[in-house]
């Protein structure tokens, strides 16, 4: 249900980075994978992408849980909606990334820090600072569980869940669209005045509906794909600012 991801948050990653142009080794060779009877096609593509991904290798010098974390990082500091003290629910959380991003920025578990509750359908593990909980977010019980380890109203509600992708574009689409809007219908319950909602969605045109219903409660609603996004990737995410309760 959710797309692995993973930070640690301890500085600020955008375009320019070496990250994001090289690797943070510096690495220039396109590393091969020799063909093994016990992989499929599909594992061994994604076992050389893994291998030539300088998202990957710079995430494991900076000690990220995963790659995705700088998805968040320049989600944030084009529209800067991590701030100390914030409180913050990561949806589809697992392995961490995000919420240990979260718990960096807002400052969790410190003096007048904020307050981040993250959930995921796969066992994970937990992040210091975080309330990090394992729960079908579907399940009728998951919004009520989230709202009272949160105790109160949300800044940011971050989703960054997915359905397993079937390799059927329509299909995941629709399957990817469900998740979002099932995230809003929760964040427009439990966001603040002035909150943003940041949401992972598929390229498909199935969309409309949903960001017309996002754009009469938020006063800015914008597209984005960051660069730590694969161009080969139909994912991109939205971000809408100014809740208006």
Known sequence: ??????????????????????????????????TSRGRTVGQQRWLQRQLND?????????????????????????FNFLKKGGKIIDLGAAP??????????????????????????????????ATCLTMDFLDERAPDVIKNALGGKADV????????TTGHGPTDHLRIMGLAEAAWDFAKDVL????????????GGAENELLNLIKTRCKVVKHAKPPASRKD?????LVALDFKG
């Open 192 to 203: 603040a005045p002035g909150g943003t909602f940041v949401c992972k969605l598929f390229q």
């Open 54 to 78: 300088p998202y990957v290798a710079r995430a494991k010098e900076e000690g990220m849980r995963s790659r995705a974390a700088y998805k968040l990082l320049e989600l944030d500091e084009r």
């Open 233 to 237: 990737s139909a994912e991109v995410y």
């Open 157 to 164: 509600v971050l989703s960054d869940m997915a359905a397993p």
């Open 96 to 129: 961490g990334g995000w919420t240990q991003v979260a718990v960096d920025k807002v400052k969790a578990g410190q003096p007048g820090g904020g307050i981040v509750v993250a959930m995921d359908i796969n066992p994970w593990e937990e992040f210091k600072g």
């Open 1 to 34: 249900m959710n797309e692995k991801k993973g930070g640690s948050g301890r500085r600020r990653a955008g375009a320019s980075d070496r990250g994001a142009a090289g690797g943070a080794s510096g690495r220039g060779l396109h590393v091969r994978v020799r």
